[in-house]
């Protein structure tokens, strides 16, 4: 028996989400009385794959082949699934970020394993097995039954916090010829996002909305994120109107983030909008208008013009830095 | 080339969601039924790709698992240019069951491309798509941004971590898309409505596979600690209080 984690690397490197993976792992395994185990695909050099023993993981299968250079829903979770039976594995956990959403289903029919995705917390209990999910866009909780011999979990990011439980690390590296998995999809090319620290990463992001009036308003925005090391966003009909890149659309049909701190400048507040921030730890509201529902879901409001707010909170910035 | 699009029925998005029972199923008194906005926006992708000559699509069918309750809001996809319907008849919460269902209807019949939300607004769940491909082993893509089609091959623009990717991939497959695949949803015509009206929805009955999961309750969020206000014309003593009292920075 095992508790399983899929660690996916980003160009050889794991993540603070690899690392809270492990950290959530290892307490469920702790809760079962068994071990905890990963699973690497693609080339991640053996000093990066011991990191994970910080965390509790007692050996990391690493699969390098050059066919899954490139990532194919059905070719990894083909081979997961095959590891996770050799493992006995009862518990999967992977991210619930774009890799972690295209594998876990295709495991759960593999696996004939149920599966809870978007989980946010450590199973409430575990014989019965129920988890906490989100459900309807943060507007509600659902105690979820996996009713299967073997369960899938999609966690989260920064839902978990590290906790290092230092072990022994094996790696064990596995040769494979992928017998029977094939790759159907081909990359043509990709396209990285240059420079700014990714929204879905970021601890703190500066969000704007309609009511900084036209995208030549944005510098103290861009200047507040940089100061704070931040990631900037928007709401929808900001991206919508092209003031600012989609990728930086938050909300229900944008990105679903949970930093530990999200100021929301000249947002109202939309349930909508809620959907994709309301996990964040803190919420800062900056907003002319009183009664804007975003300051229900606030724990800092400033009633006034962003104009004139952003520039004194950029210069509290620069003296608290200067200190 | 034939597309089909999967239809999930969720309350509007600004329903105030409510449960009864002892919190053990949603109270649907007084929820408007919405189509799925990720569906509503695929939906529109594959009518634009018929629309276009170029592409080569004949057909665009849409596909639901759900009781009759379903069917008003499956003529508004039917309205929007949809050419029939296939409802799946049951009532299931599980993503199992429903990527069940919705495997009957494509092993009956002749897509080419199947496309999926990436998660219905009401269990926020993102796995029927792919449990659906995998049921069918074919090739999915998730996350689709953009959609194009030449040759009887979908050239996808997909959003990863930190970046995107340009796929190809040969029909047929599974496409889950998510936002940027069509800027709006397209609004039905008078004459959409009306043709709504005789397009032919048929029910498929299937013996239900089994649930792997089960909702036992639901719960509120936690209330958040009522707003600290901060005078406006010292807003700075907001970053001393992030910093003193939230420990943030
Ligand atoms: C199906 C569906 C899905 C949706 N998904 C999303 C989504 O994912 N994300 C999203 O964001 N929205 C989404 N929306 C839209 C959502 O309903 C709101 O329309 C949107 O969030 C409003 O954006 P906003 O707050 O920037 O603009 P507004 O609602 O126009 O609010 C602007 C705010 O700025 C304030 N303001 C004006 N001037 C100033 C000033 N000088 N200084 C300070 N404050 C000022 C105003 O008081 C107001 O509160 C969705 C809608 C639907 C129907």
Redesign the interface.
């Given at each position: 028996m095992s508790v399983l984690i899929y660690a996916e690397n980003?160009d050889g490197k794991f993540k603070k989400l690899t690392f809270e993976l492990a950290s959530y792992g290892a307490r469920i395994a702790e809760m079962l009385g068994t071990k905890l185990i990963a699973v690497s695909i693609g080339n991640v050099e053996e000093s990066e794959l011991k990191q994970l023993g910080r965390f509790g993981v007692e050996k990391v299968i690493a699969a390098d082949n050059k066919r899954l250079k490139q990532?194919?829903?059905?070719a990894y979770?083909g081979l997961i699934a095959q590891l996770a039976q050799k493992e006995g594995a009862k518990v999967i956990i992977l991210a619930?970020?774009?890799?972690g959403?295209?594998?876990?289903?295709?495991l759960?029919?593999?696996l004939?394993?149920?599966?809870?995705?978007?989980v946010n917390k450590l199973p409430l209990s575990t014989d019965p097995f129920?988890v906490?999910?989100?459900?309807?866009?943060?507007?509600?909780?659902?105690?979820?039954?996996?009713?299967?011999p073997v369960k899938i979990i999609?966690l989260l990011q920064n839902s978990f916090d590290l906790g290092e439980k230092p072990v022994d690390i094996t790696v064990e590296n596995l040769q494979t010829d992928l017998g029977g998995l094939e790759v159907?999809?081909?990359?043509?090319?990709?396209?990285?996002?240059e420079g700014n620290i990714?929204l879905?990463d970021a601890e703190?992001v500066v969000s704007g909305g309609r009511g900084m009036k036209s995208p030549d308003n944005w510098q103290p925005i861009v200047e507040l994120a940089e100061l704070?090391n931040a990631a900037t966003a928007c709401s929808r009909p900001v991206s919508d109107e092209g003031w600012r890149p989609?990728?930086e659309?938050t909300g229900?049909?944008?990105k679903i983030i949970a930093p530990?701190?999200y100021f929301a400048v000249g947002i109202s507040g939309a349930?909508?909008h809620l959907?994709g921030v309301?996990s964040s730890k803190?919420i800062?509201?900056i907003n002319n208008d009183k009664s804007a529902p975003i300051?229900?879901?606030?724990?800092?409001?400033?009633?006034?013009?962003a104009q004139?707010?952003l520039p004194?909170?950029i210069?509290?910035?620069k003296?608290?830095r200067n200190k | 080339m034939n597309i089909l699009v999967c239809i999930s029925v969720v309350?509007d998005?600004?329903t105030k969601?409510r449960?009864a029972d002892d919190n053990t199923r949603l109270d649907v008194a007084g929820v408007q039924w919405v189509i799925n906005?990720?569906d509503e926006l695929s939906l529109t992708r594959a009518l634009e790709l018929k629309d276009d000559a170029s592409a080569g699509v004949n057909q665009v069918s849409i596909a639901h698992v759900g009781t009759t309750a379903s069917e008003p809001t499956l003529r508004k996809a039917l309205a929007m240019g949809a050419d029939n319907a296939f409802r799946v008849n049951g009532e299931f919460n599980d993503?199992?069951q429903v990527?069940a269902g919705l495997a009957e209807v494509i092993k009956a019949g002749q897509f080419d491309m199947v496309l999926c939300g990436?998660e219905s607004?009401?269990?926020?769940?993102?796995?029927?798509?792919?449990?659906l491909?995998?049921?069918l082993e074919l090739?999915?893509?998730?996350?689709i941004?953009s959609l194009k089609v030449e040759d009887g091959k979908a050239l996808i623009i997909?959003?990863?971590?930190?970046?995107?990717?340009?796929?190809?991939?040969?029909a047929p497959?599974v496409g889950?898309v998510q936002?940027?695949i069509a800027k709006e949803p397209r609004i039905a015509s008078m004459r959409g409505i009306m043709q709504a009206r005789t397009k032919p929805i048929q029910v498929i009955e299937t013996a239900a596979t089994e649930?792997?999961?089960?909702?036992?309750?639901?719960?509120?969020?936690q209330p958040?600690?009522a707003?600290?206000?901060?005078d406006?014309?010292?807003?700075?003593?907001?970053?001393?209080?992030?910093?003193k009292e939230?420990k943030?920075?």
């Amino acid at each position: 028996m095992s508790v399983l984690i899929y660690a996916e690397n980003w160009d050889g490197k794991f993540k603070k989400l690899t690392f809270e993976l492990a950290s959530y792992g290892a307490r469920i395994a702790e809760m079962l009385g068994t071990k905890l185990i990963a699973v690497s695909i693609g080339n991640v050099e053996e000093s990066e794959l011991k990191q994970l023993g910080r965390f509790g993981v007692e050996k990391v299968i690493a699969a390098d082949n050059k066919r899954l250079k490139q990532f194919d829903s059905q070719a990894y979770s083909g081979l997961i699934a095959q590891l996770a039976q050799k493992e006995g594995a009862k518990v999967i956990i992977l991210a619930s970020n774009n890799a972690g959403k295209s594998i876990a289903p295709r495991l759960s029919v593999r696996l004939k394993a149920a599966l809870g995705s978007g989980v946010n917390k450590l199973p409430l209990s575990t014989d019965p097995f129920v988890v906490s999910k989100k459900v309807f866009s943060g507007n509600a909780f659902a105690q979820l039954l996996l009713d299967t011999p073997v369960k899938i979990i999609t966690l989260l990011q920064n839902s978990f916090d590290l906790g290092e439980k230092p072990v022994d690390i094996t790696v064990e590296n596995l040769q494979t010829d992928l017998g029977g998995l094939e790759v159907k999809t081909e990359v043509i090319e990709i396209r990285k996002q240059e420079g700014n620290i990714l929204l879905t990463d970021a601890e703190i992001v500066v969000s704007g909305g309609r009511g900084m009036k036209s995208p030549d308003n944005w510098q103290p925005i861009v200047e507040l994120a940089e100061l704070l090391n931040a990631a900037t966003a928007c709401s929808r009909p900001v991206s919508d109107e092209g003031w600012r890149p989609h990728e930086e659309h938050t909300g229900q049909t944008g990105k679903i983030i949970a930093p530990n701190l999200y100021f929301a400048v000249g947002i109202s507040g939309a349930t909508q909008h809620l959907a994709g921030v309301s996990s964040s730890k803190y919420i800062v509201a900056i907003n002319n208008d009183k009664s804007a529902p975003i300051f229900e879901a606030a724990q800092y409001g400033i009633v006034g013009d962003a104009q004139k707010v952003l520039p004194q909170i950029i210069e509290a910035v620069k003296e608290l830095r200067n200190k | 080339m034939n597309i089909l699009v999967c239809i999930s029925v969720v309350p509007d998005t600004t329903t105030k969601i409510r449960f009864a029972d002892d919190n053990t199923r949603l109270d649907v008194a007084g929820v408007q039924w919405v189509i799925n906005p990720w569906d509503e926006l695929s939906l529109t992708r594959a009518l634009e790709l018929k629309d276009d000559a170029s592409a080569g699509v004949n057909q665009v069918s849409i596909a639901h698992v759900g009781t009759t309750a379903s069917e008003p809001t499956l003529r508004k996809a039917l309205a929007m240019g949809a050419d029939n319907a296939f409802r799946v008849n049951g009532e299931f919460n599980d993503a199992y069951q429903v990527a069940a269902g919705l495997a009957e209807v494509i092993k009956a019949g002749q897509f080419d491309m199947v496309l999926c939300g990436i998660e219905s607004s009401d269990y926020n769940g993102s796995n029927v798509g792919s449990m659906l491909a995998e049921m069918l082993e074919l090739p999915s893509v998730s996350a689709i941004s953009s959609l194009k089609v030449e040759d009887g091959k979908a050239l996808i623009i997909r959003e990863i971590d930190g970046g995107k990717e340009v796929i190809s991939v040969f029909a047929p497959f599974v496409g889950i898309v998510q936002k940027g695949i069509a800027k709006e949803p397209r609004i039905a015509s008078m004459r959409g409505i009306m043709q709504a009206r005789t397009k032919p929805i048929q029910v498929i009955e299937t013996a239900a596979t089994e649930a792997f999961t089960r909702v036992i309750r639901f719960e509120p969020p936690q209330p958040r600690a009522a707003c600290k206000f901060i005078d406006p014309d010292n807003a700075g003593e907001l970053i001393s209080l992030l910093q003193k009292e939230a420990k943030l920075l």
